[in-house]
């Protein structure tokens, strides 16, 4: 049975940093692609971040190039999601999701995990 499951979302101050974590089970990285997409209030849900399982190309919104770093742990079965220089903006419910293919933010992803809720203020 494939399993997402996000942990490390919080409160954070602008300017401060969190670690997403998005455990994986029931499949291996070796064959998914692995993104984030969040959702705010009242928006429509974004994609983040994406990493490849072929090669391990990463790929950003333009929104946060720069200040997040997607990375995998294959050993672990884990990807995670580095969020540094956090901005009010960032404010979201966190979502990894998986599918057999390249990252494309715009295609439907097969899993999804049950969110992580990252809120900035201060």
């Known amino acids: 049975q494939v399993q997402l499951v996000e942990s490390g979302g919080g409160l954070v101050q602008p300017g401060g940093s969190l670690r997403l974590s998005c455990a994986a089970s029931?499949?291996?990285?070796?064959?998914?692609?692995i993104a984030w997409f969040r959702q705010a209030p009242g928006k429509e849900r974004e994609g983040v971040s994406c990493?490849?399982?072929?090669?391990?190309?990463?790929y950003y919104a333009d929104s946060v190039k720069g200040r997040f770093t997607i990375s995998k742990d294959n050993a672990k079965n884990t990807v995670y999601l580095q969020m540094n220089s956090l901005k009010p903006e960032d404010t979201a419910v966190y979502y990894c999701?998986?599918?057999?293919?390249?990252?494309?933010?715009?295609?439907?992803?097969?899993?999804w995990g049950q969110g992580t809720q990252v809120t900035v203020s201060s």
């Open positions: 029931g499949f291996t990285l070796d064959y998914y692609a």
């Open positions: 990493i490849a399982s072929s090669d391990g190309s990463t």
């Open positions: 999701a998986t599918y057999i293919g390249p990252c494309d933010f715009d295609v439907e992803y097969d899993y």
